[in-house]
């Protein structure tokens, strides 16, 4: 590590010593990493070999909770909660920085992650991680949702990618129609009571003009009915188990090639083009997520950053770790490897990144424009209740939507005035 960072972390309590390096008969210190179970496991193994190869000095342990962000924030929080000090470094969603900050369970990197190092980043990646002027993360990489779609059965019935959501439905109906195959369905996306629920909804209440953080309003509502009356409710459009599909079982529909339309993260391409694992690979589109009539396309943001525990007895091994997952050869093997969207803004004209995900290019525009979940420490309390009230608003078909939608709206505005905000 460059002296200069290494002195910057020094002054931030990040190192326990004063600057100055060990030599190579230097303890062998062990950091512990808690993430998600990969979908990866092997660019993963490969990232760790390198960073262990740079630095013989530290071993780390990977640590894998899982691999839904609402299961994983509870185990960590958990864990930070109690000052568990065997946790180095955690893998933090875009939305939990602010809790993460404001409880003292991440340690400020402001100085060794300094203006410099996050222009290089998206922008909003960078807000993502700040908290009251303080930077408590490094993004590690962006999301944002897209649509998939099967090329073959669109062009096969002389259909374009959809710009709204009732042409979506409108196409799905006459491949459905056409196709006579009680296997198919039209759309998959997340249904499940978890965050993912929220992103999908914020999407479609955003595209209409509405704020999911206002429910009760007009927008809102009309979305919402659409979600429960034209995907979860209509005969065909959706799978009878939407209502528990998170990412996975949503992709593997796709995949297996039962779903004409899909919602997911930009990981999917990678995944939907693989020969040995999807039986659509060759025959898929992506594209920007429809809108309704006057509304613009909106797509959540998402992704994740490398935060620091306050309560590590190893971060200076812990910030080279970091350092080193954040990187732009790291960035680049993930996405090329695996198709997770860099971070780094400078990966979106790399030769190889491009070659591996040519969607890369058209889609920076979205990732720049994806639009933000609310920042709030206490964001995880207002996620409840959204999940709670949209899962039960799409997933009653005989819902009272506008009643329901200004409960939730109480409720939220109690939350945030609790948080001051």
Not at 144 to 153: K, S
Not at 258 to 278: E, I, K, M, Q
Request: charged residues 20%; glycine residues 10%; negative net charge.
């Amino acid at each position: 590590m460059d002296a200069r960072v290494m002195c910057a972390l020094a002054t931030t309590g990040l190192l326990l010593a004063a600057c100055g390096g060990g030599g190579p008969g230097e303890t062998v210190t062990g950091i512990t990493v808690v993430t998600w179970r990969p979908n990866s496991p092997g660019t993963w193994d490969r990232a760790i070999e390198m960073f262990e190869e740079a630095n013989p000095d530290v071993r780390v342990e990977l640590q894998t909770g899982p691999s839904s962000s609402t299961q994983l924030h509870d185990m960590l929080s958990q864990r930070l909660r109690n000052r568990d000090a065997s946790v180095d470094v955690f893998v933090m969603d875009v939305v939990w920085p602010p809790e993460f900050a404001a409880a003292g369970w991440a340690r400020p990197l402001d100085e060794a992650f300094g203006p410099e190092a996050r222009g290089r980043f998206f922008e909003g990646t960078v807000e993502a991680v700040t908290w009251e002027g303080s930077v408590y993360g490094v993004p590690f990489f962006l999301d944002a949702g897209v649509l998939y779609y099967r090329t073959d059965l669109l062009s096969r019935y002389g259909l374009q990618p959809p710009e709204t959501w009732g042409e979506m439905v409108r196409a799905a109906d006459s491949v459905l129609l056409g196709e006579d195959d009680p296997s198919l369905y039209g759309y998959s996306a997340q249904m499940a009571q978890y965050e993912g629920l929220v992103c999908d909804m914020l999407e479609l209440v955003g595209s209409a003009g509405g704020d999911l953080m206002q429910p009760g309003d007009e927008a809102a509502v009309r979305a919402l009915r659409f979600a429960r009356d034209s995907l979860v409710h209509l005969a065909g459009m959706t799978p009878p188990g939407i209502l528990t599909y998170k990412e996975q079982e949503s992709l593997e529909l796709f995949a297996s090639g039962g779903a004409v339309f899909h919602r997911n993260w930009p990981y999917a391409w990678a995944l939907c083009a693989d020969t040995a694992g999807s039986e659509i690979a060759g025959k898929v589109g992506i594209s920007s997520l429809p809108s309704f009539p006057g509304g613009e396309s909106v797509s959540a943001l998402g992704g994740w950053s490398f935060g620091i525990s306050a309560y590590s007895q190893h971060p200076e091994e812990a910030w080279r770790f970091v350092e080193h997952m954040t990187s732009p050869e790291v960035q680049r093997m993930f996405a090329v490897e695996v198709g997770k969207p860099p971070a780094r803004r400078a990966l979106y004209a790399d030769s190889a990144v491009l070659a591996a995900n040519p969607h890369f290019g058209p889609m920076e525009a979205v990732f720049e424009a994806a639009a933000p979940r609310p920042r709030s420490p206490l964001y995880p309390q207002i996620s409840h209740r959204l999940q709670s009230f949209l899962h039960e608003a799409v997933g009653d078909p005989d819902s009272r939507i506008p009643r329901m939608a200004r409960e939730a709206a109480a409720d939220i505005a109690e939350i945030l005035e609790r948080a001051g905000g």
